[in-house]
């Protein structure tokens, strides 16, 4: 504990008698300060004991010491000692009735015991008081040292629970708690996820203080890791504000998680190994070699339906692809999956990323959430997504090649038509006809047709339209004759002057089918 008026008045060497505030005497001393200013107030911090001899004070005017005295207290001052036998033989009745109605501490000094002698007591009490938060800091330390040694994080969190007298909690990227100390903290520690999502927002290392849940507490939030973005948060409640000894425990705590964290990042950078390493197994057909590679790792992830997402850059740039969008996506899936308890496997490939998650699981949510929070609802023509993303149909181990070729050829799609994110499972269920707005399926379709337009065009029949009347009505000449209001065998006659021009017979199928997507990519309507 700092040094308080009560521990100097107690001090036998210095012989101080309490005149005033005797019910205010616990309040700690932060310095001694002497002054003979008639106004100190503006080179006063708060929190010291002001030792004066009233040289340039009238100490017996009453309403110059209230002002006086007012001014003290209203600046910090803890505490007045006034040295008798100096310039007054007594502390004067209108200084004394002052203290007393502000309620500031007023000591007597006596003319034996120096003004140095009070400030080397108050300095020697702080450095003690130092000297043993430092002492305990490092007691602290080893506490939790040890116990994140032996019992890892849970460990340490019941040592730093007991060291700061309150509870402490772990919560991962997610922002979901992982261990709480004591257990009962549980509750108080999930009703806190809204700011430790704010803390995450922020660049590492962040703190920040709220008021606990209820108001039941104090507590200090700070994030954990050492990359753009914290990895984990680490919350610590107390009932009050935390002491030297106290804070010493926290700041090793939170370098201890740091570390923590740290070595589970390489932890990670492994598991992405043998992800890889799974995957190529699965799109090899080998699926028994890859569950066995798997093994708990991902295993779970390999016994139920899954989903394989690609992912990469518009822009072409694997410096881009993390900055503007694989990494993020990355930190989405990867967030999202823990909560639900989901296994998912993540593989960076350069500027592509490939990722296996459950099927109708949180992972894929999040993905899709990514990808609908980055899609520009007016892109302008020509621009560029940052990111697209192909998701394929659910599959199993056996099918993993054909859902990564599903998701491949969504992401293709996704690219051709501007969007960030499209699913396989809509191009079956959707029309070709969008496809053909591709600029070399126009080209191709606006060659095939330019004789039978240049023909139309010297005012000699209707060729083009006839022959999308005719392919309509699947080669049927009343009804395609009806359709255009002409004879059927000027129909027939016309259908005639078509194969002249083109050179092909509309008898092949092939031919048919051509014509009728031309028409379509030339004039959909």
Known sequence: MPPTLASLVHHSALKLTVR???DRLDVPVRWAHVSELADPVPYMEGGELLLI???KLDAEDPEAMRRYVKRLAG??????????GVNYDDIPKALVDAAEEEGLPLLEVPRRTPFLAISKAVSAAIAADQYRAVTAGFAAQRELTKQALNAGPEGLLGALAAQVDGWAALYDASGAVVATAPEWAGRRAARLTAEVERLRERPAPASSVVGGPDNEDRVELHSLGTGRRPRAALAVGTAAALGTAERYAVHSAIALLTLTTERSRSLHAAEQRVGAAVLRMLLAGEPDHARAVAGDLYGGLLDAPFRVIVAESASGSAARADADGLGGIVEAVESAAPRPGEAVLVVPEGERLVVLAADGGAAVSACA???AARAVPEQAAGDEEELVVGLSAPAGP???AAAYKQAEQALSVARRRGRV????EQLAAGSVLPLLADDAVKAFADGLLRALHEHDATGRGDLVASLR?????HGQWDAAAADLG?????LRYRMRRVEEILGRSLDDPDVRMELWLALKATSPE
């Open 20 to 22: 005033a505030g005797e």
């Open 53 to 55: 001899t009233a040289l």
């Open 75 to 84: 600046a910090g001052v803890v505490g007045l000692g006034f040295a008798v």
């Open 369 to 371: 959430a990514y990808a």
């Open 398 to 400: 056996i099918a993993a």
């Open 421 to 424: 994110l499209v699913e396989h």
């Open 469 to 473: 009347a005719w392919l309509s009505r």
């Open 486 to 490: 002409v004879h059927r065998h000027t």
